[in-house]
């Protein structure tokens, strides 16, 4: 069993900022990718950030420069480091990790999902 839990959404006014925390736990071989996508109302859930296990990122085009991805493998936490947010970043924001789990070894890996937390930005 594995889960995602993540903290760190809430309401914030525009040009301000957030971190977004996921931390890993449960029967963990390995994590590989983490990354965090968003979905907002009435719109299909869309990468925001990811990073490799080995720390290279990739981000949207319309958060670069804005936010920052980052990852503790110590801790199998990864984060969104979140600034100069616009209303337009309004959403729920989930994080997403790749893991091989001890019964499956490292030769399978299985998409794992947080529970999603609430990101508003106000203008």
């Known amino acids: 069993q594995v889960q995602l839990v993540e903290s760190g959404g809430g309401l914030v006014q525009a040009g301000g900022s957030l971190r977004l925390s996921c931390a890993a736990s449960g029967s963990i071989f390995s994590i590989n990718a983490m990354g965090w996508y968003r979905q907002a109302p009435g719109k299909q859930r869309e990468l925001v950030a990811g990073?490799?296990?080995?720390?290279?990122?990739n981000y949207a085009d319309s958060v670069k420069g804005r936010f920052t991805i980052s990852r503790d493998n110590a801790k199998n936490t990864v984060y969104l480091q979140m600034a100069k947010l616009k209303p337009e970043d309004t959403a729920v924001y989930y994080c997403n990790a790749k893991i091989s789990t001890i019964i499956s070894g490292p030769w399978h890996e299985y998409d794992y999902w947080g529970q999603g937390t609430q990101v508003t930005v106000s203008s």
């Open positions: 990073i490799t296990s080995g720390g290279s990122t």
